[in-house]
């Protein structure tokens, strides 16, 4: 009789189902929603991720099963407990694909011996006082009754079989042993270069810490993506605001009476240019709610970063510039700028500033605002011009968190932000009990050295795109969307530096900080979750910077926490 593969189903569709997957032509049984599975699930269920679990039977042994889970959002169950690696299978184990998911039995007809777990007592014999060995549950009416054995020759039967049981074990332990020492020092002398960086990577991040590995294994799911995109209103209107900008090319009388063109910025071609005005000393942009036919550029963006999950209500900290990137550094989108500064006798002179000029602005900070639709030509007599002070504030247009291996977008409220670093609290409203990362206030111990480990989704990393077929008769779009991967980069703390101990302006990060030896991350980590060897949060990953040498930072996770709660506010 050929061995086949049989899947019992306990539990939701397809309850009290069995299917049946012959060894010869299986060896390998892809579970999850997608159809190209060999074990299929309802694509409507969220818990089962689309690739969940691979079972998978050994090439040396046709009896020797394991299952390993794919990366699943939800995670995979063997008899009730979660796994984190391959695991082995014997004849009736339970599997279930995430916690409350769809349950089955993995089983094989016929059963090696190797596979029967001796606990499972209902498939042996049982013996009664009166009559001796009765047949087994599994026995048909078809088959005749075995014959009466009596209660002595039973015992001497187990005896006798447990004697050679231990016998053939303790060979077996001896033979394993032996191989295993013989195996160990083939791969010690035969290692290539490449194992042992692997070996490295596995390593623990300390002696009683965790690997990498295990770290993102046990908070993936907890690690989100953000998608944002934001602009700069006036509270009054409720109009977008604009970036006042003249054209580069302007148009000169020469000496000979004729115009001629000119460029404000030289090399620049036609382009438009931001304007600035003088003010308290400093380069001051000149906003307008006019838009001027599409030449003011908007105050505003769409950018991506990471977050993570800190309540099963689905509270997410994550960076200030993130979620709320009007209270951050803007960066003006023009190669070059005009400021237009009035002298003693109340003219105005036009100078061109490069890039490099611009000043570390702050959208919510802005001071100058006005609604008239403006050229050179007007802004030379801008003390003509009442420019006016205006209430401003930032929007999110829209603020979508995706958690890791799926495709749907959850919109998210800005819940509160810091007023003293680069730390915001969103909220998302979903019924499901959020899986949560586990935080550790280590401000006042945290050393140079101690190993971490960062979680995010930075932009260079290669983007996994899923093809979502529509199947609504009112909208019959298919749309192609990313469905994040998170990306781990192990490192240590470099340095810490704090916003109360006088800093100068030659340290990278001004503030309270942590600088990291982490440098295989960019645009897109930020406001990721940063791991202690326990696994545990202790910052927030914040920003890199690219010079002469790359540097990285992390803000201490006591700012998210302050968020959390109400702290007192000389902390």
């Known amino acids: 009789m050929e061995s086949r593969i049989l899947v019992k189903h306990l539990h939701a569709a397809k309850s009290g189902q069995v299917e049946e997957f012959p060894v010869t032509q299986k060896r390998e049984l892809t579970i999850g929603r997608d159809p190209s ?135 077996a332990v001896g033979a394993i042993l032996v191989i295993l020492a013989i195996v160990a020092g083939w791969l010690y002398f035969s290692r290539p270069e490449s194992t042992v960086v692997v070996q490295k990577i ?70 438009m240019l931001p304007v600035f005005l003088v003010v308290d000393d400093e380069y001051e942009p000149l906003l307008s709610t006019d838009e001027k036919e599409g030449k003011n550029p908007s105050i505003g963006g769409n950018h991506s970063g990471s977050g993570f999950v800190v309540s099963n209500d689905g509270f997410i900290l994550t960076n200030r510039h993130v979620a709320a990137a009007w209270h951050a550094k803007y960066d003006f989108p023009a190669v070059a700028g005009v400021v237009l500064v009035g002298n003693e006798k109340g003219k105005v002179q036009v100078k061109v500033i490069s890039r490099e000029e611009f000043p570390a602005w702050i959208p919510s900070q802005a001071k100058i605002v006005t609604s008239t639709s403006l050229n050179l ?23 979508d968190v995706t958690f890791a291996k799926n495709r749907i977008r959850i919109p998210a409220k800005l819940a509160r932000i810091s007023d003293r670093n680069d730390v915001a ?72 530096l704090r916003g109360h101990a006088g800093l100068t302006e030659a340290a990278v990060f001004a503030g309270d900080y942590y600088q990291l030896t982490i440098n295989s991350t960019g645009g897109g980590n930020s406001g990721g979750p940063m791991f202690d060897d326990q696994g545990k949060v202790v910052g927030i990953y914040t920003l890199g910077i690219r010079d002469d040498a790359n540097a990285s930072g992390a803000v201490p996770i006591r700012y998210g926490i302050e968020l959390m709660g109400v702290q007192p506010a000389s902390r």
């Open 425 to 496: 609290m969103v909220k998302i409203d979903i019924p499901q009990t959020l899986k949560k990362v586990e935080l550790n206030d280590n401000y006042d111990s945290i050393k140079v050295g101690d190993p971490v480990v960062v979680l995010g989704y930075p932009g260079f990393s290669q983007k996994v795109l899923g093809v979502v077929a529509s199947r609504d008769i009112l909208n019959q779009q298919i749309s192609v969307k990313e469905i994040p991967d998170p990306t781990l980069s192990a490192g240590n703390i470099g340095r810490i």
């Open 37 to 171: 599975c060999d074990l299929k699930f309802d694509p409507n269920n969220d818990l089962v991720s689309r690739r969940h679990a691979r079972i998978t039977a050994s090439p040396a042994d046709p009896a020797d099963y394991t299952i390993e889970d794919l990366g699943s959002r939800n995670g995979t169950f063997v008899n009730n407990q979660r796994i984190f690696g391959p695991v082995k299978l014997n004849c009736g184990d339970l599997i279930r694909l995430g916690p409350g998911g769809p349950e089955f039995e993995f089983d094989l007809t016929p059963r090696p011996a190797s596979m029967v777990k001796p606990t499972r007592l209902a498939d042996s014999p049982v013996v009664t006082p009166s009559t001796g060995v009765s047949p087994t549950r599994e026995a048909t009416p078809s088959v005749a009754s075995p014959p009466t054995v009596g209660k002595a020759t039973v015992e001497r039967m187990i005896h006798e079989t447990k004697a050679q049981g231990q016998k053939t074990m303790y060979w």
């Open 202 to 271: 596995e390593q623990k991040l300390s002696p009683s810490g965790l690997t990498p590995t295990q770290i993102a294994q046990q908070n993936t799911d907890a690690t989100v993506l953000f998608e944002v995109g934001w602009k700069l209103v006036d509270t009054v209107t409720g109009k977008q605001l604009y970036h006042v900008s003249v054209s580069n090319i302007q148009s000169v009388k020469g000496e000979d009476g004729k115009q001629r063109e000119s460029q404000l910025y030289p090399g620049a071609g036609d382009v």
């Open 377 to 399: 030509a007007t802004l030379r007599s801008l003390p003509a011009i009442v420019p006016r002070g205006k209430a401003l504030e930032g929007r999110n247009d829209y603020l």
